[in-house]
């Protein structure tokens, strides 16, 4: 009875960790069938019957080893004249300053401190940012808020890794109060409450009251400023007292402002 013909590769013999070979058997016998298999990993890992492939999780040089059977019970086995080699991955990390960016920082400045094997890098970021080849890169947000950056870290050998950090851009807050305005009917001066560059001002909470104590104006709402009027009519002329209080925009820390406006007709 004849032994079996054994034909065995591998669609790739060198990947990177982890690494799954994909087994291209076409083994044959002259006459009868191979009824079963014995494969031999080399990574201490064996297995029976017909594979169509093995995963290696740990970098180094494997040698595989096949045995078969016919239905004879006639054997033989191989051992591929190629070894697997599973590379390892780099280890991907990066730094960046300013920790707290705001939005009026120019740019953030982006630092590969990944292993010392990378050789290539890309970066990209939420807001559309795309850089390559460079292990540091500076961007510009445009806007406050949150943003995921990424960084792809690639080795000699091919092997990638990759880390996402979040970065958290806060509006800087710029604001002013003025000390008095005129709501007299034209486009100009004609309303109270915080200017300048308010974005980002969370639970904001405005009072007004006039010179008996009386409360002629509440707001939560940065963006809504008081119109110098009272109960539906235009409030008279004179000192008003105003309560201010908002968080910046993490809601890590208040800002109280206490004063006085003139309102003038």
């Not at 017909?50 to 086995?77: F, M």
Request: hydrophobic share 35%; glycine share 8%; aromatic share 14%.
């Amino acid at each position: 009875n004849p032994l079996p013909a054994l034909k065995i590769t591998l669609s790739t013999y060198v990947g990177c960790e982890p690494f799954t070979v994909n087994v291209i058997n076409n083994s044959t016998v002259a006459s009868g069938v191979i009824s079963d298999y014995l494969w031999s990993w080399g990574d201490g890992q064996v297995s029976v019957g017909t594979a169509t492939g093995h995963t290696y999780i740990t970098p180094k040089s494997y040698t595989i080893k096949v045995g078969a059977v016919t239905d004879k019970g006639c054997r033989d086995s191989i051992t591929l004249p190629t070894q697997v080699l599973v590379n390892k991955n780099p280890t991907a990390n990066f730094s960046f300053t300013p920790l707290e960016p705001s939005n009026i920082t120019e740019f953030v400045t982006f630092k590969d401190t990944s292993s010392a094997d990378v050789v290539a890098w890309d970066w990209v970021t939420s807001d559309g940012g795309n850089y390559s080849g460079s292990s540091s890169v500076n961007h510009s947000f445009a806007d406050s808020g949150s943003y995921y950056v990424t960084l792809t870290a690639t080795n000699a050998n091919g092997c990638k890794d990759d880390i996402t950090k979040l970065v958290y851009v806060n509006a800087d807050l710029f604001v002013h109060l003025p000390n008095a305005f005129t709501p007299n009917g034209d486009p100009i001066n004609s309303h109270f409450g915080l200017s300048g560059i308010t974005q980002g001002v969370a639970q904001f909470k405005m009072s007004i009251y006039n010179r008996w104590g009386q409360l002629v104006y509440y707001s939560e709402d940065v963006n809504v400023k008081w119109d110098g009027t009272f109960m539906g009519k235009p409030a008279e002329q004179g000192v008003y007292v105003y309560h201010l209080q908002y968080t910046n925009p993490k809601q890590t820390k208040w800002y109280y402002f206490n004063g006085e406006v003139n309102l003038l007709r």
